[in-house]
Protein backbone atom coordinates (compact mmCIF):
# COMPACT_ATOMS: atom_id res chain seq x y z
CA UNK A 1 0.00 0.00 0.00
CA UNK A 2 1.35 3.59 -0.76
CA UNK A 3 2.01 5.99 1.80
CA UNK A 4 2.91 9.60 1.51
CA UNK A 5 5.57 11.10 3.48
CA UNK A 6 4.99 14.87 3.97
CA UNK A 7 8.08 15.49 5.97
CA UNK A 8 11.67 14.28 5.40
CA UNK A 9 12.02 11.53 7.73
CA UNK A 10 15.01 8.25 8.40
CA UNK A 11 14.05 4.86 6.68
CA UNK A 12 13.80 4.00 10.26
CA UNK A 13 11.05 6.24 11.54
CA UNK A 14 8.86 5.23 8.28
CA UNK A 15 9.37 1.85 9.71
CA UNK A 16 8.47 2.80 12.84
CA UNK A 17 5.17 4.04 11.83
CA UNK A 18 4.54 1.30 9.30
CA UNK A 19 5.40 -1.48 11.58
CA UNK A 20 5.70 -0.31 14.74
CA UNK A 21 9.07 -1.20 14.71
CA UNK A 22 12.67 0.36 13.36
CA UNK A 23 13.98 -3.09 12.08
CA UNK A 24 12.44 -3.07 9.03
CA UNK A 25 13.60 -0.27 7.53
CA UNK A 26 15.82 -2.81 4.69
CA UNK A 27 12.64 -4.15 3.45
CA UNK A 28 11.14 -0.78 2.84
CA UNK A 29 14.30 0.15 0.86
CA UNK A 30 14.27 -3.17 -1.35
CA UNK A 31 10.75 -2.96 -2.16
CA UNK A 32 11.43 0.93 -3.44
CA UNK A 33 14.50 -0.30 -5.48
CA UNK A 34 16.25 2.22 -3.26
CA UNK A 35 20.05 1.37 -2.53
CA UNK A 36 21.19 3.92 -0.51
CA UNK A 37 20.09 4.00 3.03
CA UNK A 38 21.63 7.44 4.12
CA UNK A 39 19.70 9.27 1.74
CA UNK A 40 16.08 9.73 3.15
CA UNK A 41 12.54 9.65 1.28
CA UNK A 42 12.10 13.40 0.21
CA UNK A 43 9.08 15.07 1.54
CA UNK A 44 5.92 14.68 -0.36
CA UNK A 45 7.40 11.18 -2.04
CA UNK A 46 5.27 8.38 -2.44
CA UNK A 47 6.17 4.99 -0.79
CA UNK A 48 5.20 1.52 -1.31
CA UNK A 49 4.99 -1.23 1.54
CA UNK A 50 4.38 -4.27 2.11
CA UNK A 51 0.97 -4.83 4.25
CA UNK A 52 1.51 -5.66 7.87
CA UNK A 53 -0.10 -8.70 7.60
CA UNK A 54 2.57 -9.90 5.10
CA UNK A 55 5.68 -9.27 7.02
CA UNK A 56 5.14 -12.28 9.05
CA UNK A 57 5.22 -15.06 5.77
CA UNK A 58 7.75 -12.79 4.13
CA UNK A 59 10.33 -12.85 6.82
CA UNK A 60 9.73 -16.71 7.39
CA UNK A 61 10.52 -16.81 3.75
CA UNK A 62 13.53 -15.18 4.33
CA UNK A 63 15.07 -17.15 7.08
CA UNK A 64 13.61 -20.62 5.37
CA UNK A 65 15.94 -19.45 2.45
CA UNK A 66 19.24 -18.49 4.17
CA UNK A 67 19.02 -21.81 6.59
Known amino acids: FPSHDKRQQPWT ?3 FNAYQTIELWWL ?3 TN ?3 NPFEPP ?3 SVIALIRPEY ?3 ILKEIN ?3 S
Open 33 to 35: KIF
Open 42 to 44: KAG
Open 13 to 15: TVS
Open 64 to 66: NSL
Open 55 to 57: IPD
Open 28 to 30: ILL
